[in-house]
T-cell receptor
Framework: SQTIHQWPATLVQPVGSPLSLECTVEGTSNPNLYWYRQAAGRGLQLLFY??????ISSEVPQNLSASRPQDRQFILSSKKLLLSDSGFYLC?????????????FGPGTRLTVL | KNEVEQSPQNLTAQEGEFITINCSYS?????LHWLQQHPGGGIVSLFMLSSGKKKHGRLIATINIQEKHSSLHITASHPRDSAVYIC???????????FGTGTRLQVFP
Protein backbone atom coordinates (compact mmCIF):
# COMPACT_ATOMS: atom_id res chain seq x y z
CA SER A 1 0.00 0.00 0.00
CA GLN A 2 1.04 3.58 -0.54
CA THR A 3 2.15 5.86 2.27
CA ILE A 4 3.33 9.43 2.40
CA HIS A 5 5.66 10.84 5.03
CA GLN A 6 6.48 14.40 5.99
CA TRP A 7 8.97 15.75 8.46
CA PRO A 8 9.37 17.45 10.70
CA ALA A 9 5.85 17.47 12.15
CA THR A 10 6.34 20.86 13.78
CA LEU A 11 8.98 23.52 13.39
CA VAL A 12 9.65 26.90 14.98
CA GLN A 13 12.15 29.03 13.14
CA PRO A 14 13.35 32.65 13.45
CA VAL A 15 12.80 35.15 10.65
CA GLY A 16 15.65 35.03 8.18
CA SER A 17 16.61 31.42 8.87
CA PRO A 18 16.61 28.74 6.15
CA LEU A 19 13.95 26.06 5.75
CA SER A 20 13.88 22.52 4.45
CA LEU A 21 10.75 20.35 4.63
CA GLU A 22 10.84 16.87 3.22
CA CYS A 23 8.14 14.66 1.78
CA THR A 24 8.56 11.06 0.65
CA VAL A 25 6.09 8.66 -0.89
CA GLU A 26 6.27 4.87 -0.69
CA GLY A 27 4.51 2.19 -2.66
CA THR A 28 4.02 4.02 -5.95
CA SER A 29 6.13 5.12 -8.90
CA ASN A 30 6.13 8.33 -10.92
CA PRO A 31 3.56 10.12 -8.77
CA ASN A 32 2.45 13.69 -9.24
CA LEU A 33 3.60 15.54 -6.13
CA TYR A 34 2.21 18.70 -4.59
CA TRP A 35 3.09 21.18 -1.85
CA TYR A 36 0.19 23.07 -0.27
CA ARG A 37 0.10 25.72 2.43
CA GLN A 38 -2.77 26.36 4.77
CA ALA A 39 -2.47 29.74 6.46
CA ALA A 40 -4.51 30.43 9.59
CA GLY A 41 -8.19 30.88 8.72
CA ARG A 42 -7.63 30.27 5.02
CA GLY A 43 -8.07 27.42 2.60
CA LEU A 44 -5.31 25.25 1.19
CA GLN A 45 -3.23 26.96 -1.46
CA LEU A 46 -1.20 25.05 -4.03
CA LEU A 47 2.42 26.18 -3.92
CA PHE A 48 4.28 23.74 -6.17
CA TYR A 49 3.44 20.88 -8.45
CA UNK A 50 5.75 18.26 -9.94
CA UNK A 51 5.14 15.62 -12.60
CA UNK A 52 8.65 14.14 -12.48
CA UNK A 53 12.23 14.38 -11.25
CA UNK A 54 13.51 17.92 -11.65
CA UNK A 55 10.18 19.17 -13.01
CA ILE A 56 8.67 21.83 -10.78
CA SER A 57 5.80 24.21 -11.47
CA SER A 58 5.36 27.19 -9.18
CA GLU A 59 1.79 28.31 -8.69
CA VAL A 60 2.29 31.53 -6.75
CA PRO A 61 5.23 33.94 -6.47
CA GLN A 62 6.74 33.62 -3.04
CA ASN A 63 9.74 33.22 -0.84
CA LEU A 64 9.84 29.44 -1.21
CA SER A 65 11.27 26.94 -3.69
CA ALA A 66 10.80 23.24 -4.30
CA SER A 67 12.95 20.45 -5.63
CA ARG A 68 12.42 16.85 -6.61
CA PRO A 69 15.81 15.11 -6.51
CA GLN A 70 14.31 11.62 -6.62
CA ASP A 71 11.10 10.16 -8.00
CA ARG A 72 9.38 9.90 -4.63
CA GLN A 73 11.03 12.76 -2.78
CA PHE A 74 9.77 16.34 -2.75
CA ILE A 75 11.52 19.09 -0.80
CA LEU A 76 10.26 22.54 0.11
CA SER A 77 12.93 25.12 0.88
CA SER A 78 13.58 28.72 1.70
CA LYS A 79 16.84 30.63 2.06
CA LYS A 80 15.35 33.24 4.40
CA LEU A 81 12.02 32.74 6.13
CA LEU A 82 9.49 35.53 6.48
CA LEU A 83 6.81 35.88 9.15
CA SER A 84 4.21 35.32 6.43
CA ASP A 85 5.65 31.87 5.74
CA SER A 86 4.04 30.57 8.93
CA GLY A 87 1.37 27.98 8.27
CA PHE A 88 0.58 24.34 7.86
CA TYR A 89 2.37 22.71 4.94
CA LEU A 90 0.94 19.64 3.32
CA CYS A 91 2.47 17.35 0.74
CA UNK A 92 0.22 15.25 -1.47
CA UNK A 93 0.53 12.75 -4.29
CA UNK A 94 -1.64 11.43 -7.07
CA UNK A 95 -1.16 8.99 -9.92
CA UNK A 96 0.81 10.51 -12.76
CA UNK A 97 -1.08 11.03 -15.97
CA UNK A 98 -4.55 10.34 -14.66
CA UNK A 99 -6.58 13.49 -14.29
CA UNK A 100 -9.34 11.82 -12.37
CA UNK A 101 -7.56 10.24 -9.45
CA UNK A 102 -7.83 11.60 -5.97
CA UNK A 103 -4.95 13.17 -4.13
CA UNK A 104 -3.57 11.64 -0.95
CA PHE A 105 -2.21 13.93 1.72
CA GLY A 106 0.66 13.62 4.13
CA PRO A 107 0.37 14.39 7.86
CA GLY A 108 1.64 17.95 7.40
CA THR A 109 4.25 20.20 8.98
CA ARG A 110 3.20 23.09 11.18
CA LEU A 111 5.69 25.92 10.71
CA THR A 112 5.84 28.92 13.01
CA VAL A 113 8.16 31.75 12.06
CA LEU A 114 8.97 34.12 14.92
CA LYS B 1 -15.00 36.07 -4.49
CA ASN B 2 -13.48 32.63 -3.99
CA GLU B 3 -13.97 30.09 -6.74
CA VAL B 4 -15.10 27.56 -4.12
CA GLU B 5 -17.43 28.68 -1.34
CA GLN B 6 -18.53 26.60 1.60
CA SER B 7 -21.34 27.14 4.07
CA PRO B 8 -21.64 27.31 6.93
CA GLN B 9 -18.16 28.24 8.10
CA ASN B 10 -18.87 26.86 11.55
CA LEU B 11 -21.43 24.32 12.63
CA THR B 12 -22.31 22.86 16.01
CA ALA B 13 -24.63 19.93 16.51
CA GLN B 14 -25.86 17.54 19.15
CA GLU B 15 -24.97 13.90 18.81
CA GLY B 16 -27.45 12.13 16.55
CA GLU B 17 -28.38 15.16 14.46
CA PHE B 18 -28.41 15.13 10.66
CA ILE B 19 -25.80 17.51 9.28
CA THR B 20 -25.48 19.18 5.90
CA ILE B 21 -22.46 21.10 4.62
CA ASN B 22 -22.73 22.93 1.31
CA CYS B 23 -20.21 23.75 -1.40
CA SER B 24 -20.72 26.02 -4.41
CA TYR B 25 -18.19 26.62 -7.14
CA SER B 26 -17.93 29.00 -10.05
CA UNK B 27 -15.58 27.17 -12.44
CA UNK B 28 -15.95 24.22 -14.77
CA UNK B 29 -14.85 21.06 -13.04
CA UNK B 30 -13.95 17.47 -13.78
CA UNK B 31 -14.38 16.29 -10.19
CA LEU B 32 -15.20 17.48 -6.70
CA HIS B 33 -13.57 16.23 -3.52
CA TRP B 34 -14.72 16.23 0.06
CA LEU B 35 -11.89 16.07 2.57
CA GLN B 36 -11.82 15.78 6.34
CA GLN B 37 -9.13 17.54 8.37
CA HIS B 38 -8.70 16.45 11.95
CA PRO B 39 -7.54 18.76 14.76
CA GLY B 40 -3.96 17.59 14.34
CA GLY B 41 -4.03 18.75 10.74
CA GLY B 42 -4.02 15.45 8.88
CA ILE B 43 -6.30 15.31 5.87
CA VAL B 44 -8.31 12.33 4.73
CA SER B 45 -10.10 12.09 1.42
CA LEU B 46 -13.77 11.22 1.96
CA PHE B 47 -15.24 11.36 -1.52
CA MET B 48 -14.36 12.16 -5.09
CA LEU B 49 -17.38 12.57 -7.35
CA SER B 50 -18.25 14.01 -10.72
CA SER B 51 -21.98 13.29 -10.79
CA GLY B 52 -24.85 11.98 -8.71
CA LYS B 53 -24.35 10.67 -5.24
CA LYS B 54 -21.93 8.56 -3.19
CA LYS B 55 -22.35 6.98 0.23
CA HIS B 56 -19.80 5.67 2.72
CA GLY B 57 -21.31 4.55 5.98
CA ARG B 58 -23.01 7.57 7.58
CA LEU B 59 -21.60 9.99 5.01
CA ILE B 60 -23.38 10.93 1.81
CA ALA B 61 -22.10 13.30 -0.86
CA THR B 62 -24.18 14.67 -3.71
CA ILE B 63 -23.34 16.91 -6.62
CA ASN B 64 -25.45 18.89 -9.08
CA ILE B 65 -23.23 19.81 -12.02
CA GLN B 66 -25.80 22.14 -13.60
CA GLU B 67 -26.19 24.14 -10.40
CA LYS B 68 -22.46 23.89 -9.52
CA HIS B 69 -23.30 22.75 -6.04
CA SER B 70 -22.42 19.84 -3.79
CA SER B 71 -23.55 18.79 -0.34
CA LEU B 72 -22.01 16.56 2.29
CA HIS B 73 -24.46 14.95 4.68
CA ILE B 74 -23.68 13.17 7.93
CA THR B 75 -26.44 11.03 9.39
CA ALA B 76 -26.60 10.20 13.10
CA SER B 77 -23.68 12.51 13.86
CA HIS B 78 -21.18 11.56 16.54
CA PRO B 79 -18.56 13.56 18.48
CA ARG B 80 -15.84 11.77 16.53
CA ASP B 81 -17.19 13.47 13.39
CA SER B 82 -15.88 16.77 14.79
CA ALA B 83 -13.40 18.06 12.23
CA VAL B 84 -13.00 20.58 9.43
CA TYR B 85 -14.66 19.46 6.22
CA ILE B 86 -13.12 20.84 3.04
CA CYS B 87 -14.57 20.95 -0.44
CA UNK B 88 -12.12 21.02 -3.35
CA UNK B 89 -12.70 21.05 -7.09
CA UNK B 90 -10.52 19.86 -9.93
CA UNK B 91 -10.69 21.94 -13.06
CA UNK B 92 -11.05 20.51 -16.53
CA UNK B 93 -7.88 18.92 -18.00
CA UNK B 94 -5.84 19.61 -14.90
CA UNK B 95 -4.70 17.66 -11.89
CA UNK B 96 -4.76 20.70 -9.63
CA UNK B 97 -7.32 21.33 -6.91
CA UNK B 98 -8.97 24.55 -5.78
CA PHE B 99 -10.00 24.43 -2.15
CA GLY B 100 -12.77 25.98 -0.12
CA THR B 101 -11.89 27.43 3.26
CA GLY B 102 -13.60 24.60 5.12
CA THR B 103 -16.48 24.09 7.52
CA ARG B 104 -15.61 23.52 11.15
CA LEU B 105 -18.00 20.98 12.67
CA GLN B 106 -18.32 20.30 16.37
CA VAL B 107 -20.62 17.55 17.54
CA PHE B 108 -21.41 17.53 21.25
CA PRO B 109 -22.51 14.45 23.21
Amino acid sequence: SQTIHQWPATLVQPVGSPLSLECTVEGTSNPNLYWYRQAAGRGLQLLFYSVGIGQISSEVPQNLSASRPQDRQFILSSKKLLLSDSGFYLCAWSVLGDFYNEQFFGPGTRLTVL
Amino acid sequence: KNEVEQSPQNLTAQEGEFITINCSYSVGISALHWLQQHPGGGIVSLFMLSSGKKKHGRLIATINIQEKHSSLHITASHPRDSAVYICAVRGVNTDKLIFGTGTRLQVFP
